[in-house]
């Protein structure tokens, strides 16, 4: 019979070291080889899209402060990644758009992570890379409904 308590307790314990060692905790510091931190690679990706998405588009999709954004795009314009324009049906907001730098920069990111990855299902059992898919899956889709309103 499962204990649900000292399930929770192993999973925050796992979840604790899985945001340690994946840098987590450091979200300001700079990814190793490249010129952004932690949370100015979430925003690379989330912009590397098309169409641009608005400065509050990315406030919902990183779940972060307004100002944390405004200050976040205007470092990633000032490094040369993006640029930030008023958006034309509403002169309120800003419409953010990655620069041909800043998609190389992404893409180079999504490279160098996913040959981590590789070495990563490289070193798990078969068993083992099917259960953290699963098991990732859902805590992912438990923790999106939680956050829904």
């Known amino acids: 019979m499962r204990n649900s308590e000292s399930d929770a307790r192993r999973l925050h314990e796992l979840i604790m070291e899985f945001m340690r060692v994946g840098g987590a905790l450091q979200p300001d510091y700079p990814i190793a080889g490249f010129q952004v931190s932690m949370t100015q690679a979430f925003a690379v990706h989330v912009l590397d899209t098309d169409p641009p998405l608005s400065q509050r588009d990315l406030v919902d999709l990183l779940g972060l402060e307004k100002s944390t954004v405004s200050r976040m795009a205007a470092e990633l314009e000032r490094k040369g990644l993006l640029v930030r324009e008023r958006d034309a049906r509403n002169r309120n907001f800003y419409v ?14 999504a490279e160098g992570f996913h040959q981590q990855y590789e070495r990563w299902v490289a070193a798990m059992t078969t068993a083992e890379v099917d259960a953290a898919l699963v098991g990732l899956s859902a805590l992912v889709r438990v923790m999106t409904g939680e956050r829904s309103p």
Do not use: V
């Open 96 to 109: 953010l758009r990655l620069t041909d730098e800043g998609r190389r920069l992404h893409a180079a990111m």
